[in-house]
C-alpha cells in the first residue's frame, strides 16, 4: 500500500521528549507506532533520529516533525532538527488541545499526547517551522536577560528598603546592596541600548515598533519584548490563537448546576504574559478607552484582578494588529 505521508509526533517537556511515528496511505488510513521516550538533550536527539531511522526504512514519502510551541523546551530540538534538513512543523498548543478534543482519549499521558500530536500531524495540512532570524534570535535572547535582572533589581530595591527602615541596619550591608542594584542598573541600561541599536539596523521593524510605541503605557522593551517571543508573530494567524499562546485565554469550569470560578489557562508563553502585564496596568490610567474597560469590569466582577487581565488581553491584541497590518496607532481604538 502507498505511503503517502510519514510523521513523528513529539511531547515535549523540560527533560525528555516522547515521540511516536505514523503513516498515512494513499487510502487515509494511518498507522501509528506505540510511543518511545527520550531525554531532551543532544544524545536524546539522536536517538530520536535512529528511531525514526529504524521505522522509517525504504519509505520515501515525505516525512515531518511535529511539536507544539512549549515554552522553550522545543527550540534546542527544533534547531537541531532544521540544521539536519529535516522537515519541522511547530504548532500552538491550543491546535492540538481542540483536536485532542475531538478524539475518544479518556486517560493523558505523554505518550498518549505523543500518538495524538502524530495523528495531527498525519490529518492536518500545515506549514513549515520558521526558523527565527539572528535577529530575533538575538532579541528574544537579549529581553529574557533584561527581564531576568530587572526582577533581580526589584528584589535588590526590596531588600535596600528593608535594611534602611530596620533598627540600626549594617552600613557595610547596606553599601553591598547598594552597589548590587548599580550593577543591575547599568546592565539594563547596556541591554536597552543594544536592543536599540538592532532594531534601528532594520528599518521595516524599527517602523513597526515605533508605531506600537505611541501606545499610552506601552514602551520599548514592552514592544520589542513581544515581539521577540512571538518572533514576529510568525505562527499567529488571529487573535484568538494569540491570546490562548499567551496564556490569557478564558477558561470556562461548569458542570450541571455548579459554576465553578472562571480563570485564565496559564498555559502559554509566561515570558509574552508578563511583558502585557505591568503595561496593562499603566494603559488602566492613561489610555481612556482601556481606562473605561476596567472600571466596567470591576464594577461588575469587583474584582480588580479580573479586569487587568482583560485589559492586558486588549492590549495585546492591539499591539499585534498594528505590527501585523503595520498601520499607525489611533489613541483609545482597540479591536473587538
Not at 513549515?128 to 529574557?144: D, E, F, N
Not at 503595561?279 to 472600571?295: D, F
Amino acid at each position: 500500500m502507498e505511503i503517502i505521508k510519514q510523521v513523528v509526533g513529539i511531547d515535549i517537556s523540560k527533560d525528555t521528549l516522547v515521540a511516536g511515528y505514523g503513516t498515512l496511505s494513499i487510502n487515509q488510513e494511518q498507522k501509528i507506532t506505540p510511543a518511545k521516550t527520550f531525554d531532551n538533550n543532544l544524545s536524546g536527539f539522536r536517538e530520536l533520529i535512529s528511531f525514526t531511522k529504524k521505522n522509517k526504512g525504504t519509505l520515501t514519502a515525505p516525512l515531518y516533525f511535529v511539536m507544539e510551541a512549549t515554552g522553550v523546551y522545543y527550540e534546542n530540538l527544533a534547531y537541531f532538527l532544521t540544521e539536519k534538513h529535516l522537515k519541522v512543523i511547530v504548532v500552538l498548543p491550543n491546535k492540538t488541545k481542540n483536536f485532542s478534543k475531538t478524539l475518544d482519549i479518556k486517560s493523558k499521558t505523554d505518550k498518549l499526547d505523543a500518538q495524538m500530536i502524530t495523528q495531527f500531524g498525519l490529518e492536518r495540512q500545515m506549514q513549515p517551522w520558521q526558523v527565527p532570524s539572528p535577529l530575533m534570535k538575538a532579541l528574544k535572547a537579549l529581553t529574557r536577560e533584561y527581564n531576568s535582572i530587572k526582577r533581580m533589581a526589584a528584589q535588590v530595591k526590596n531588600q535596600i528598603h528593608a535594611k534602611e527602615y530596620s533598627y540600626e541596619p549594617l552600613k557595610e550591608s547596606l553599601k553591598r546592596s547598594k552597589a548590587t542594584l548599580s550593577v543591575f542598573q547599568k546592565q539594563l541600561k547596556e541591554i536597552e541600548k543594544q536592543l536599540k541599536e538592532l532594531v534601528q539596523n532594520d528599518s521595516d521593524l524599527n517602523d513597526r515598533i515605533n508605531k506600537i510605541d505611541k501606545i499610552e503605557g506601552v514602551g520599548f522593551m514592552t514592544v520589542v519584548s513581544i515581539v521577540a517571543e512571538t518572533n514576529g508573530f510568525a505562527l499567529i494567524e488571529n487573535t484568538k490563537q494569540l491570546t490562548s499562546y499567551a496564556g490569557l485565554d478564558v477558561v470556562h469550569n461548569e458542570s450541571g448546576l455548579k459554576k465553578h470560578k472562571t480563570t485564565i489557562s496559564k498555559k502559554g508563553n509566561r515570558f509574552l504574559r508578563q511583558a502585557v502585564y505591568m503595561p496593562a496596568l499603566s494603559a488602566c490610567k492613561h489610555n481612556q478607552r482601556l481606562k473605561h474597560t476596567y472600571i466596567r469590569l470591576v464594577i461588575k466582577k469587583n474584582i480588580k484582578k479580573i479586569a487587568i487581565v482583560a485589559v492586558a488581553r486588549k492590549l495585546l491584541v492591539l499591539i499585534y494588529t498594528i505590527f501585523k497590518k503595520n498601520v499607525d496607532y489611533v489613541p483609545n481604538y482597540i479591536p473587538a
